[in-house]
């Protein structure tokens, strides 16, 4: 079993910057691959962007293109999304996923939420206006 924990979230200015973490324990598998999806109220969870295991490939929605970034510390089993220039319509509950990746798919990135099957409990970002 692997426990996701985000941590990060909170409120800020339109135009402003946050960061979340996503920190894996547990049961880490020696490859994983990272997503971060997120859901407002009344809508549903939706895809935002995707890290592979390897760190070298990233896929990030329409939306956040150009704004927001996701990294990660392999030693630490941690996970960063870093989110510059907010709006108000990115305010939602934002959520961290894995999911195991083995030999020769390091470089794999995976947009769908049935790809995953490690989430976190989620952290509460608001963007005022």
């Known amino acids: 079993q692997v426990q996701l924990v985000e941590s990060g979230g909170g409120l800020v200015q339109a135009g402003g910057s946050l960061r979340l973490s996503c920190a894996a324990s547990?049961?880490?598998?020696?490859?994983?691959?990272m997503g971060w999806f997120r859901q407002a109220p009344g809508k549903e969870r939706e895809f935002v962007a995707a890290?592979?295991?390897?760190?070298?490939?990233?896929l990030y929605a329409d939306s956040v293109k150009g704004r927001f970034t996701c990294s990660g510390d392999n030693a630490k089993n941690t996970r960063f999304l870093q989110m510059n220039s907010l709006k108000p319509e990115d305010t939602a509950v934002y959520y961290c996923a894995a999911r195991a990746v083995y030999s020769g798919s390091s470089g794999a990135t995976f947009t769908s939420r049935n790809e995953y099957g490690y989430w976190g409990q989620g952290t509460q970002v608001t963007v005022s206006s």
């Open positions: 890290l592979s295991w390897s760190g070298g490939n990233t």
């Open positions: 547990g049961r880490t598998f020696s490859r994983y691959a």
